[in-house]
């Protein structure tokens, strides 16, 4: 069974970090982009950064300059580190793969939330 498995969610002040990890099947990982999508409460889910195989990165321009996504291709993970963390970053967080064109099914993803 295809099973994302994202971690390293919490409640933390505003102005701090978190590190956010994602474990993804290794036969859909190798070679695809891999993504971090958050969804708010009453929101839709958007794209928060992107990450190619060979590395290259994409941030929405809301977390540009405090969050960093990165891979490890060896141990088949994810990572988003979040810095200067902002109230509105708070929100439920996802990780997912794009594989022949699709996304795999969606994990339970990591709540973030950030106090004022």
């Known amino acids: 069974q295809v099973q994302l498995v994202e971690s390293g969610g919490g409640l933390v002040q505003a102005g701090g970090s978190l590190r956010l990890s994602c474990a993804a099947p290794?036969?859909?990982?190798?070679?695809?982009?891999a993504h971090w999508y958050r969804q708010a409460p009453g929101l839709v889910r958007e794209l928060v950064a992107s990450i190619t195989s060979g590395g290259v990165t994409y941030l929405h321009d809301s977390v540009k300059g405090r969050f960093t996504i990165s891979r490890d291709n060896d141990k088949n993970m994810v990572y988003l580190q979040m810095d200067s963390l902002k109230p509105e970053d708070t929100a439920a967080y996802y990780c997912?793969?794009?594989?022949?064109?699709?996304?795999?099914?969606w994990g339970r993803g990591t709540q973030v939330t950030v106090s004022s």
């Open positions: 290794g036969r859909f990982f190798v070679g695809n982009d």
């Open positions: 997912n793969i794009l594989h022949d064109g699709v996304f795999l099914p």
